[in-house]
Structure formats: structure tokens, C-alpha cells
Nanobody
Framework: VQLQASGGGLVQAGGSLRLSCTVS????????LAWYRQAPGKQREWVAR???????NYADSVKGRFTISRDNGKNTVYLQMNSLKPEDTGVYYC????????WGQGTQVTVSS
């Protein structure tokens, strides 16, 4: 299973970005898909998760600003990020959880103040 994340870039504070993560196989049976991020000098942290049934949960730091969604037909999970803040800067990683968990390579998000 391979994951390809895209959509990162440089944006001003208050702006928006949409990240995409396409999985090489079907995600229909995936238990969950998630986004994590890692800021420079910090540990990787969980951002958002979407479960097989469509329920979602979010880290408190992004709740109300970020939205995770999935398109099973396109084998893709998205992260819509609005009202971005400089502290949202980091490399964003996606993963998919079957019996094992698989990770993508990450996409850089930089939010300037």
C-alpha cells in the first residue's frame, strides 16, 4: 500500500489549503484514515481522523478550522484547512489503517504571519 500526499504550500495566515492523500489500493475497508503533522523540532502530532463509518474527530488545536473527508471512489482522503495560523506550519502526513498502518511521505505546509 502506498500513499501520495499533495496540496501543501506557502499561505498567509488566515488563508486556506486543501491537502489530498491518494492510496494505491481501495480504502473502502480501511478502519480509519488520519492526518498528522510535524513542526520543526517537535514530535509528530495527530491532527484528524475519519473512520470507516464516516465519523470524525479532531485535535483541539484544529477543531472548527479543519475538516477531514474521504472519497472511497477515488481512494483519497482530504484535509480542508481554513483560518490557517503560523503554528499550523509543518510537514503533514497521511496514514491509512487496515490490519497494519501505512504512511505517506508528507507534504510541507508553511503559514506566514
Amino acid at each position: 500500500v502506498q500513499l501520495q500526499a499533495s496540496g501543501g504550500g506557502l499561505v498567509q495566515a488566515g488563508g486556506s489549503l486543501r491537502l489530498s492523500c491518494t492510496v494505491s489500493g481501495s480504502i473502502f475497508s480501511a478502519n480509519a484514515l488520519a492526518w498528522y503533522r510535524q513542526a520543526p523540532g517537535k514530535q509528530r502530532e495527530w491532527v484528524a481522523r475519519i473512520f470507516r463509518g464516516g465519523s470524525t474527530n479532531y485535535a483541539d488545536s484544529v477543531k472548527g478550522r479543519f475538516t477531514i473527508s474521504r472519497d472511497n471512489g477515488k481512494n483519497t482522503v482530504y484535509l480542508q484547512m481554513n483560518s490557517l495560523k503560523p503554528e499550523d506550519t509543518g510537514v503533514y502526513y497521511c496514514n491509512v489503517m487496515f490490519q497494519m498502518t501505512y504512511w505517506g511521505q508528507g507534504t510541507q505546509v508553511t503559514v506566514s504571519s
